[in-house]
């Protein structure tokens, strides 16, 4: 095909001059043919793009193929069916065409697919199933002390669905439990995962030269999840910025007053159902339910593997003549643990076991951040209540009182409340607010006969469990 300047040089041979076409050949050296179809023929504009044709594009075989092929994409490249066994499944359903027909369509179908190529364009448009993690630190109530909690908080920003798992600690072994917690929730792991420099994952950080390095142990759980890593620069938050957005919305939501936790599984289930319901709301952007656009967007996640991932880590001690050994900077007694000259711990999240090096567990219990608590001050609270004895039952703080002694508080009378506050603060000078409530009886009726007017036999037989007595 000739450049666009010569065929704008033959027209204005023929048109503007009034050269014939045999004068046209001579004078620019072209094919006679050349000259008469240039000058004499209309040269509207075609498309270069071609459409697909053939049994794999008109028939049904190529869209059967596709979702073959979308299906294996979620899962890891030995379970997925080879170009024989695509094919072997075709003929059974009556497929007419050959083996070098479906190969020719899947090398397109995977050419037009491939991640790579859309990688720099959806990457400031969130693609669907990529995630961001991070960690928030929130404040629960337990047993009537404060506990700050870490929960790991993930968020997909495509569809701004979120999800969250409470933690005792910001650990190797916690991070993994929560990740796992977390891909359970979501029904499915996402394809690309972007973390900050986290002491679990990155055991050195990204420089001017190098890639940042992940740990052992996190490659580990990389490769049987199969999601790939992304590690944002040091001190750079807005590359994440849609979790950090998320720790802060699910604390001034959901942590606003302190909630009372049972347990960590407790928490865990309370906090997936308020961000399930949370869903139920326009995303900011797009002016679409976000519960819509993640039930398009899980779609897209990779498939659960059918192995359960264990987390544990195994450290080996060395033990004192005291038969204590150091874990997680506290050193615990081990019974016999000095007839050995070393001893492994092995971690969990929430407990540990300390084995002998013949495999005899020497000692099983809960790692000691599991009771790390802040004291609830109540001294200051009660002061600030008997000022005001008619807010208490509109307090943020009334929901954490034992049970005995809120229902001592709950009289209609405000002197009579006040007096009790009174006598509260007196006691909490020599006892903690758990003991008051445990011998509620032998402190309080040493100094009134009867201050309910109830038998308190009967009282505690009738009183629900969930009063923490």
Known sequence: ML????????????NKKGLSITKIKETLGINWRTAKKYADEDQLPDSKIK????????????????????????????LRRTKKQIFNELLGLCFKGSYRTVCYFISDWENSHNEEIDKGHDRLEHPPSEAQVDFGVMEVVKDGEFIDTHVLVMSYPHSN?????????????????????????????????????????????RSKTEEAKLTD?????????????????????HEKGSVENKVGYIRYNFFTTSPVMNSFEDLTETLRKQLQNDRQRLHYEKEVMIEDLWNIEKDFLLELPTEDYPIFKEVEAKVNKFNEAKI???????????NYPFIYFVLYWDKFKAVSPDGEILLEDFRSYMNKKRAIPWVSIFKDWIRKPRVVPYSRYQKYLPGRVNDYLMVDDLVVRKERLLELVNLLVTHDMKRINEEF????????????????SEYDSLAPLERGE
């Open 3 to 14: 450049a666009m300047s010569d065929i704008n040089c033959i027209k204005h041979l023929r």
């Open 51 to 78: 459409q697909s044709n053939g049994m794999m594009y008109t028939d049904k075989w190529g869209e059967i193929v596709s979702d073959w092929l979308f299906e294996d994409s979620k899962l890891k490249k030995k």
């Open 161 to 205: 669905a979120a999800f969250a798992a409470p933690l005792p600690s910001e650990n190797q072994e916690c991070f993994l439990q929560g990740l796992k917690l977390l891909f359970t929730q979501s029904g499915g792991v996402p394809r690309r995962i972007r973390i900050d420099n986290l002491t679990p994952a990155v055991k050195k950080v």
């Open 217 to 237: 142990a996190f490659i580990q759980f990389q490769n049987h999840y199969g999601f790939e890593v992304q590690v944002c620069n040091p001190r750079s938050g």
């Open 328 to 338: 997680d900077s506290t050193l615990i007694h081990i019974p016999k643990a000095s």
């Open 441 to 456: 009886y032998d402190l309080i009726s040493g100094k009134n006969e009867n201050p309910f007017g109830l038998d308190w």
